[in-house]
């Protein structure tokens, strides 16, 4: 079973619109939890930290249930701009090692 | 934030051939460095982590004699893939976490990645 597992997509959707994933993980001792973003052939870029408390960043919001072990990130009013692969990332452990889910696509159309 | 380089940006060579990819953090003390591989439509899958002046961690399934982690100094580090094969082609990802001004990062910087083609 993969440690952390997405909907590998593609998401296609209109501007503006409002479109969300999910990712779960199965780590239960995981610490940490994060979006990162990686556009073609690009390394990724952190897009937000994830807290149980949810929060908010402009048009992105992350909720983490660990009960439940499920993340998600909801993006309102998508750009084009926003269209790239879409990466849920935990961590656990001192070393700060990361494992990456295998990403969703996200394609966002004019 | 601090910035990862990674050199070459992309390699193409001829099959036992080996190839050495260098990850350098610009502005920061690189206490710890991850090497990562991504094959096409995957994910990000960690080969090993090497803090600075110790023998590298290698993840279950990486062969140590075949990918060689040098990382010598707070500031570079070096991955060397040995008698390079086909199936070795692939988007090689370092990142790296550590001190600027005494202030720990934990968050790790990705340097922008290397592609290499073996033939």
């Known amino acids: 079973r993969k440690e952390v597992e997405q909907d590998p997509g593609p998401f296609n959707v209109p501007e503006g619109a409002t479109v969300a994933f999910n990712c779960t993980y199965s780590?239960?001792?995981?610490?940490?939890f994060f979006w990162y973003r990686q556009d073609c052939r690009k390394e990724p870029k952190l897009l937000m930290s994830?807290?149980?408390s949810g929060n908010e960043d402009g048009r992105f919001t992350a909720q983490l249930n660990r009960a439940s072990q499920y993340i998600s990130l909801l993006i309102r009013d998508s750009k084009l701009s926003d269209s790239a692969t879409y990466l849920c990332?935990?961590?656990?452990?001192?070393?700060?090692?990361?494992?990456f889910g295998s990403g969703t696509q996200l394609t966002v159309l004019p | 934030g601090a910035v990862v380089s990674q050199h070459p940006s992309w390699v193409i060579c001829k099959s036992g051939t080996s190839v050495k990819i260098e990850c350098r953090s610009l502005?920061?003390?690189?206490?710890?460095m991850f090497w990562y591989r991504q094959f096409p439509k995957q994910s990000l899958m960690l080969m090993a982590t090497?803090?600075?002046?110790?023998?590298?961690?290698?993840e279950q399934g990486v062969e140590k004699d075949k990918f060689l982690i040098n990382h010598a100094s707070l500031t570079l580090s070096t991955l060397t893939v040995t008698s390079a094969h086909p199936e070795d082609s692939s988007f090689y990802i370092c990142?790296?976490?550590?001190?600027?001004?005494?202030?720990?990062?934990?968050?790790?910087?990705f340097g922008p990645g290397t592609r290499l083609t073996v033939l």
């Open positions: 502005d920061f003390q690189a206490t710890t």
């Open positions: 780590n239960s001792a995981s610490q940490s």
């Open positions: 990142s790296a976490s550590g001190l600027a001004g005494g202030t720990s990062y934990n968050e790790q910087f």
């Open positions: 994830v807290y149980s």
């Open positions: 990332v935990e961590s656990s452990g001192s070393a700060r090692q990361l494992t």
């Open positions: 090497s803090n600075e002046g110790s023998k590298a961690t290698y």
